[in-house]
């Protein structure tokens, strides 16, 4: 059986995650990217193919003129909609594209929910090229915040405390992505978590999901996810709503939402498996075959009633990040180690003599550190003394 996976830029989870599992199960893997070197230099037993993959009709295309289908699959939130349209023109399981575009599309999202009545929020869009004074006559409440409409990773994520600040930041954001459509909205107060889930279109398991610590405003670095095993049932049922709304449901789902005076309410819905490592802690401290049980949705498999996910793991995943621009000079190598019940692993993500600007996103990450057991103190000691011994120093 063939799985095509469509991926952009070589990640962890394809790498470390879907790759591995696909060779588990016996698949036989051909990747579609518009960047075929950078995947054939990172994972050389891969057949892979260029192609235009931000193109549901070149993928389709490249698939009809290949090796026919098993299934059709991505983990990347860039191309979760024309994944879906590709598997539904083959006939094969895959993600609704109306769901896979709502979730994308964070104006759209916003008007669905808004339509068919799960949460209401205040916002407003703004078109590639638009003057940003626009934004300023839709009367949102201040704070408010403004992002590229289907942008990821808190990448150009602003917080803007009054009007003038608010058409600053859309320039800012213009300058850097004249083609990007923008979108401001209110600011949910609140504690912001995550929720993960996998579903076959039948069955969905809540996965549990993190408490994700953030940098100071105005950006939204996510600087700390701290694995919880079991969310509130009430704001459980409540996210839950709002993604069956979306109609989001069919393999993995990883969602960011806030929490206040016991409301949820949808940040962003990302229609895959978390990512920068936290979906390797996810599948570590559950003990499960995460990747594999994706990959099997996407088969057209049913998911067990019962996953076999433990129930006493803890796990934290945090980021050595950068706080100026400049060449990195000095930082600790690759490490895995055990003590008393803590596994920790930590992985640089930038070279040592690379230069880079300060990006104010998460694109400043130099290192990740991964650490789990079961216990929350010792796990907790084992973290903060790796970041209290190890240096990263930055030369500008």
Not at 9 to 22: E, K, W
Not at 266 to 287: M, S
Not at 309 to 332: F, I, S
Request: charged share 25%; with cysteine.
């Amino acid at each position: 059986m063939r799985l095509y996976l469509l991926a952009l830029n070589p990640t962890d989870s394809v790498t470390q995650g879907f790759l591995p599992a696909a060779a588990r199960l016996g698949l036989d893997v051909t990747l579609l990217t518009d960047q075929p070197e950078a995947h054939r230099r990172n994972s050389p037993q891969t057949e892979v193919l260029e192609c235009d993959v931000h193109d549901f009709r070149a993928v389709i295309t490249r698939i009809a003129t290949h090796h026919p289908a098993a299934a059709v699959f991505t983990n990347s939130d860039h191309l979760q909609t024309q994944t879906a349209l590709a598997a539904e023109y083959f006939g094969l399981p895959g993600k609704d594209w109306r769901a896979a575009l709502r979730a994308k599309n964070k104006a759209e999202m916003r008007r669905h929910l808004a339509a068919s009545g799960a949460d209401t929020v205040r916002s407003v869009e703004l078109a590639p090229g638009q003057d940003p004074s626009a934004l300023t006559a839709a009367a949102l409440p201040y704070p408010c915040v403004v992002k590229p409409r289907e942008g990821v990773a808190s990448e150009d994520v602003m917080l803007a405390a009054g009007p003038g600040e608010l058409v600053a930041r859309a320039e800012e954001i213009q300058a850097r992505r004249p083609q990007a459509a923008l979108v401001a909205e209110e600011f949910l107060a609140g504690e912001l978590y995550t929720l993960e889930t996998l579903g076959d279109g039948r069955l969905r398991h809540v996965l549990g999901g993190f408490h994700t610590t953030l940098s100071a405003p105005p950006a939204f670095i996510e600087e700390r996810h701290d694995f919880v095993a079991v969310h509130p049932e009430p704001v459980v049922e409540q996210v839950l709503a709002q993604l069956d709304a979306l109609g989001v449901g069919f393999g993995a789902c990883h969602t960011e939402f806030v929490v206040h005076e016991g409301r949820a309410r949808l940040i962003e819905v990302n229609y895959r498996v978390i990512g920068d490592q936290c979906d390797l802690l996810l599948a570590q401290v559950l003990g499960i075959e995460l990747f594999e049980h994706v990959l099997r949705t996407h088969l057209g498999e049913p998911l067990p009633a019962d996953l076999g996910a433990r129930q006493d793991g803890v796990g934290r995943v945090e980021y050595a990040l950068a706080d100026r621009a400049g060449t990195l000079t000095a930082a600790p190598a690759a490490t895995d180690r055990e003590t008393d019940g803590v596994r920790l692993a930590y992985r640089p993500l930038r070279t040592v003599g690379a230069e880079h600007p300060l990006y104010r996103t998460n694109r400043d990450y130099l290192g990740v550190l991964r650490v789990t057991g079961t216990d929350r103190s010792a796990l907790d000691r084992a973290a903060d003394g790796f970041f209290a011994a190890e240096r990263w120093e930055i030369s500008s």
